[in-house]
């Protein structure tokens, strides 16, 4: 089970971290991503990473604002979104979500690789 935390309203141009915390850990999975959602519209992938190693994925909506990073040192794995610069088109539901990646960059922010999801937090920018 995944479980996010630090969704909230914060202003144009400011910054918010979210965070997911994995419970009852796959160890099937190997990369962790941050998904978002807005009410009529597909999900879609915002930042990725390989759970060993360094390789991060942006999408070209959030590279240069966003951060994701992850904890392997801890008995739960976390992982953490820092969002700065935010930006009204920002808000959304954001879901962080598990799953096994076989090194096809195109697949990396695709739903079809994940299949552990967290329940989601509101972000909301005004």
């Known amino acids: 089970q995944l479980v996010e935390s630090g969704g909230g309203s914060v202003q144009a141009g400011g910054s918010l971290r979210l965070s997911c915390a994995a419970s009852g850990y796959t160890y099937s999975s190997n990369c962790m991503a941050w998904f978002r959602q807005v009410p009529g519209k597909e999900r879609e992938g915002g930042a990725a990473i390989y759970r060993h190693g360094d390789f991060t994925y942006y999408a070209d909506s959030v590279k240069g604002r966003f951060t994701i990073s992850r904890d392997n040192t801890k008995s739960i794995l976390n992982f953490e979104l820092q969002m700065d610069n935010l930006e009204p088109e920002d808000t959304a539901m954001y879901y962080c979500?598990?799953?096994?990646?076989?090194?096809?960059?195109?697949?990396?922010?695709?739903?079809?690789?994940?299949?552990?999801w967290g329940q989601g937090t509101q972000v909301t920018v005004s």
């Open positions: 979500a598990a799953g096994f990646w076989f090194g096809d960059r195109t697949e990396v922010l695709t739903d079809r690789v994940y299949k552990v």
